[in-house]
């Protein structure tokens, strides 16, 4: 049988006898997932910037808004007779239209100046050589074809963002995980240290036939406290990053290849789950440990 | 109530605790247990609330073996038992009422019960116009007399106590054992670890004494000697 009332206030005097600790925790567990999530935003930004261009896709022919059947059957027998061609994909003009509403989503004014029929659909096109200059070629042959509009390439600049994004990626991740390793250690310690103070009140609940569940979960509880108010920290944390540095990208002018570095809603919100759900993970692990190590039978 | 057959207990490096202790004690008994220091009294008192586990011999409790009780059983056990330290352990930050109450709290006790037990143990135990002091705004004795009232506001069959007069002057000593004569008298199994000569002589109860491991006296209303 469990009282409440009485866990939560073992909990909130845990955490207020060990107050400094706790705050410091907090602290370290908040700046580990918030480099997390900043390292999980970025990646999302980047691939939200380049992902047209994954996959190998090397140059893009965009054909006109009110192009033809025929002409598009010609670009698309053309593509398949090519032999520099390995693969291309078709994106028709809804995917694209959907594509370019979730591109400019934060953006209503210029949603609202576009409709479906004037977006174009496209071919992302797939060479089997990489190489710049054969690309080159290769995307040339169909410029001025009837019913292109333009080709675009991939070019250097987006394979160094990816390139950049993939190696300060791995650096933050493995800078995270390191910290997160620490925050769980952390979070051990302050528990040691509350169990350690309340050494005479646990042996008493020993003695007097309290539960070894009883005894464990104000602890335990204190340990997720902890967790949450550092999951809390890094939301916050990714929230100033989305709106005060991601977003400023997308905005900056001239910056074309960064039109698209943004983050939606919908990734947004799961790299808060995953945050949170790290945040139980790593809290879980600390406290388990923290009363297993230091709370007899 | 109490029931030890050929209970042996080894402590790491081969130290023999207790060497096949065999004792029966009934429901209502008052039982001092003497002996040097080392002799094994706090092992004994240990071994019935299960903090320790034999190495050969069989404990039983109100008729239960104890040996085979699940870990998850063990604090169901603990809440028929009383225990009585010798320094009290009393929570300093909490108040004589608290400390009564938190026995009763943590074993999943509601507020109904706990207003209902805590004025009455602390009557019993002559407290009652202390309740809201602090443990370190009482003298020795009834510092003691909160930590039996801890002890038995549960009502437990059994209250075990480790020395309970072993920091206290003899006037002190005595009310101390009044109270756990009153206890007694209600039924409850005292059994009570000493080296107070003067007490145990003077209460005349049952007297096991211990030596070396071994149950060398087994004596209704003995003495210390």
Same mark, same amino acid.
């Given at each position: 049988m469990f009282s409440f009332r009485y866990v939560l206030r073992e909990t909130g005097q845990n955490l207020w006898r060990n107050l400094l600790l706790a705050v410091a925790t907090v602290i370290t567990v908040g700046v580990s997932l918030a480099m997390f999530g900043g390292f999980l935003l970025f990646q999302r930004a980047v691939d939200s910037a380049t992902a047209r261009w994954e996959?190998?896709?090397?140059f893009i022919v965009w054909m006109n808004a009110d192009v033809g059947s025929v002409e598009d059957a010609g670009i698309r027998n053309q593509l398949d007779e090519?032999?520099?061609?390995l693969d291309w994909q078709y994106v028709d003009r809804l995917a694209s239209y959907e594509e370019f509403r979730a591109f400019f989503e934060d953006t209503p004014e210029v949603l609202d100046i576009a409709t479906e029929q004037e977006i174009p659909p496209y071919y992302r096109v797939v060479p089997v050589d990489p190489d710049p200059d054969v690309v080159e070629e290769l995307g040339d042959q169909?410029?001025?074809?009837?019913?292109?509009r333009t080709v675009t390439f991939a070019g250097d600049v987006i394979r160094d963002v990816q390139n950049l994004s993939d190696r300060a990626g791995r650096v933050l991740f493995i800078g995270s995980i390191v910290l997160l390793a620490a925050s769980t250690l952390l979070i051990l310690n302050t528990l040691a240290v509350a169990i350690g103070n309340r050494r005479t009140e646990i042996e008493i609940m020993r003695l007097v036939g309290a539960t070894k569940a009883f005894i464990r979960i104000p602890f335990m509880l204190e340990g997720l406290v902890q967790g949450l108010l550092g999951a809390a920290v890094a939301m916050t944390s990714n929230a100033l990053l989305r709106n005060y540095v991601i977003d400023q990208f997308s905005d900056a002018d001239g910056l074309r290849l960064l039109a698209g570095f943004k983050v939606d809603d919908a990734a947004m919100f799961q790299v808060n789950l995953l945050v949170l759900v790290i945040a139980v993970g790593v809290a879980v692990v600390g406290s388990y440990l923290a009363v297993a190590m230091h709370i007899n039978d | 109530m109490i029931k030890m057959e050929k209970v042996t207990k080894v402590f790491k #490096? +081969?130290?023999?605790?207790?060497?096949d202790v065999t004792i029966d004690i009934g429901k209502g008994e008052f039982v001092f247990l003497v002996g040097?220091?080392?002799?094994?009294k706090s092992t004994f008192i240990r071994l019935l609330n299960r903090e320790e586990v034999p190495e050969h011999g069989r404990i039983f409790v109100a008729g239960r +073996?104890?040996?085979? %009780?699940?870990s998850w059983r063990v604090p169901y056990l603990r809440r028929n038992i009383g225990y009585v330290f010798q320094d009290y352990k009393? %929570?300093?930050?909490?108040t004589v009422a608290e400390n009564v109450a938190f026995a009763l709290e943590a074993i999943g006790k509601g507020p109904h019960v706990i207003k209902r037990q805590v004025p009455a143990i602390l009557e019993l135990v002559g407290l009652s116009r202390k309740v +809201?002091?602090?443990?370190?705004?009482?003298?020795g004795g009834e510092q003691q007399r909160v930590s039996i009232a801890r002890a038995f506001v549960n009502r437990p069959m059994i209250l075990l106590a480790d020395?309970?007069? #072993?920091?206290? +002057?003899p006037t002190t000593s005595v009310g101390i054992m009044r109270l756990l004569e009153r206890i007694n008298e209600t039924g409850t199994t005292v059994l009570m670890a000493t080296h107070d000569s003067s007490i145990v002589d003077s209460m005349r109860q049952r007297v096991v004494e211990l030596d070396r491991g071994m149950v060398v006296r087994d004596q209704a209303r003995g003495v210390y000697e």
């Open positions: 996959d190998g896709v090397e090519s032999p520099g061609v169909f410029k001025g074809r009837p019913g292109v | #490096g +081969d130290v023999v605790a207790l060497r040097p220091s080392g002799s094994g +073996d104890i040996g085979g %009780l699940s009393l %929570l300093q930050k909490k +809201d002091r602090f443990p370190y705004e009482l003298s020395e309970p007069t #072993g920091n206290l +002057d």
